[in-house]
């Protein structure tokens, strides 16, 4: 069975930094692409980043440009969001979620998702 | 940039067809997908590349783009259909998601 299970979520102090991890198992990460998807209390989903299948292609939402940044170690099955500089605008639960195939057309997998709450 | 559009909310009654549309410039270019989210539980794919269902998503589910306007019709709706459904498309360099559309099985 596949399963995201994600971490590091938490309360932090506006301006500063958080990672977030991204587990998988069940099945290898090889070949699929990966996204990271947040959700703040009572509003819609909001794309964050992507990272291609490979590692060799990174996108950010404007929102975030700058300062996230996503990575992955396939070898670990394992995908990352280091996200810096935080403000209260990124209070949300993260989502960690895996393409349908190496294109960007779908998500299909859905962990359980972190709670990050940015505040003084 | 990109904008998807989508009714804040659908109401239906049950074993009636349901229709939630997304409206985008020249959406029918782009491939659209749809979730379910239910209160408190992760997305779900219901429909991926405009028609196609993933496995375990009921054939009462299906999808259609064309022009601007792509549509999820859930056929003879139950009321384990109800929740907050979502388009999403990519538009070549970032993921899109539509605002959202709660669906009231009534």
């Known amino acids: 069975q596949v399963q995201l299970v994600e971490s590091g979520g938490g309360v932090v102090q506006p301006g500063r930094s958080l990672r977030l991890s991204c587990a998988v198992s069940g099945i290898t990460l090889s070949g699929f692409a990966m996204h990271w998807v947040r959700q703040a209390p009572g509003k819609g989903l909001e794309w964050v980043a992507v990272i291609s299948y490979d590692g060799t292609n990174k996108q950010y939402a404007e929102s975030v440009k700058g300062r996230f940044s996503i990575s992955r170690d396939n070898s670990k099955n394992m995908v990352q969001l280091q996200m810096d500089s935080l403000s209260a605008e990124d209070t949300a639960v993260y989502y960690c979620?895996?393409?349908?195939?190496?294109?960007?057309?779908?998500?299909?997998?859905w962990g359980q998702g972190t709670r990050v709450i940015v505040s003084s | 940039s990109f904008e998807l559009t989508q009714p804040p909310s659908v109401s239906v009654s049950p074993g009636q067809a349901a229709s939630i549309t997304c409206s985008g410039d020249d959406l029918d270019n782009k491939y659209v997908c749809w979730y379910q989210q239910k209160p408190g539980q992760s997305p779900v794919l219901v429909i991926y590349?405009?028609?196609k269902r993933p496995s375990g998503i009921p054939e009462r589910f299906s999808g259609s783009n064309s022009g601007n306007t792509a549509t999820l019709t859930i056929s003879g709706t139950q009321a384990m259909d109800e929740a907050d459904y979502y388009c999403q498309a990519w538009d070549g360099s970032t993921v899109v998601f539509g605002g959202g559309t709660k669906l009231t099985v009534l």
């Open positions: 979620a895996r393409g349908v195939d190496r294109n960007y057309y779908g998500m299909n997998v």
């Open positions: 590349q405009d028609v």
